[in-house]
């Protein structure tokens, strides 16, 4: 099992595989158990925050150079997932959000401080429908970007009352300690698809099967321009700009 590091060996782990790099090489040794087993997510769907540095700083998300895994935990509300970070538990999750609760800052601070988090998956709004995306009213840049940058007056653009991004969260800014993910699934299908291996496997467990989730997408720093561009080109749609 050429992708499979199950960080307990006593468990029999059922795996959703995210892969960053798709290889044709990787999947031609598959075989027909692991097809059985692994369910690929598929590059259209999926948008990783990506890593970002300066000589000093870095900023934004990598997976673990050997992949990021995690039991899955699908929340769907607030109380749910305060009550999943208030829980001891040995296995690290990877928590399914939608965006409303993606985009609570005091949520996502605890989400980010919390031990038992490894990854966190987003599913995202439905961008073809107006109304969804004027209501969510958030932007991952800063209160004044570029700001440094600007050829204006700088305490003139970014104070009150010409503050020129109200609704920054400045997510873009954050040293995540773990990947997160945007998952597009406007026909609600993947949800329903992880509904049931949720519930099957992790709600009430029979035995040690999991529903889990595995994340490759490791970023070290670009070397090069044209590798930079290769990696725009890979990632079809963006929240973290
Ligand atoms: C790198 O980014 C950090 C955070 O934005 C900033 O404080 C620092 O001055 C930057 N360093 C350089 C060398 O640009
Ligand atoms: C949160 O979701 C759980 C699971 O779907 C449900 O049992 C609970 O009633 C919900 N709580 C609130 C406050 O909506
Ligand atoms: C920038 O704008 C602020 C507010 O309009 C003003 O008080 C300040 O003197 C200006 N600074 C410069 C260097 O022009
Ligand atoms: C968006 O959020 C900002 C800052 O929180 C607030 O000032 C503004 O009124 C909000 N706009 C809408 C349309 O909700
Ligand atoms: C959901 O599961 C069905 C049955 O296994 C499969 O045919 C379909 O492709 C899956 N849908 C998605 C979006 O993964």
């Known amino acids: 099992m050429a992708f499979f590091r199950p960080p307990f060996s006593v468990h029999t782990m059922l795996t959703v595989l995210l892969f960053f790099l798709l290889s044709p090489v990787l999947f031609s040794r598959a075989s027909k158990l692991e097809d059985g087993i692994y369910f690929t997510l598929e590059d259209e769907r999926v948008s990783f925050c990506s890593r970002f540095l300066n000589i000093s700083h870095q900023v934004g998300c990598s997976s673990l150079r050997s992949g990021t895994y995690g039991t899955i935990e ?3 509300n607030r109380s749910e997932l305060v009550n999943l970070l208030g ?5 690290k999750v990877v928590i399914f959000m939608d965006y409303s609760l993606f985009i609570d800052e005091n949520l996502l601070r605890e989400c980010r401080t919390s031990e038992i988090v490894s990854a966190i998956v987003v ?9 969804t995306t004027s209501s969510l009213n958030f932007s991952e840049n800063s209160l004044c970007p570029n700001g440094l940058y600007s050829f204006y007056n700088l305490s003139r653009e970014c104070n009150d009352p010409y503050i020129i991004n109200p609704s920054s969260s400045s997510y873009a800014l954050i040293d995540w ?3 997160v993910v945007l998952l597009r699934d406007n026909e609600g299908e993947l949800r ?3 509904t049931i ?3 099957t496997f992790n709600v009430k467990p029979i035995d040690d099967t999991r529903c889990s989730l595995e994340i490759r997408n490791f970023m070290s720093a670009v070397g090069s321009s044209s590798l930079c561009v290769e990696r725009q080109h890979r990632v079809p749609f963006t929240l973290f700009e």
């Open 74 to 76: 699908l929340i769907s």
């Open 123 to 131: 599913f995202a709004p439905d961008y073809s429908d107006p109304d």
């Open 87 to 91: 829980r001891r538990r040995e296995d």
């Open 177 to 179: 300690p773990f990947p």
């Open 192 to 194: 329903r698809n992880l």
């Open 197 to 199: 291996c949720y519930e």
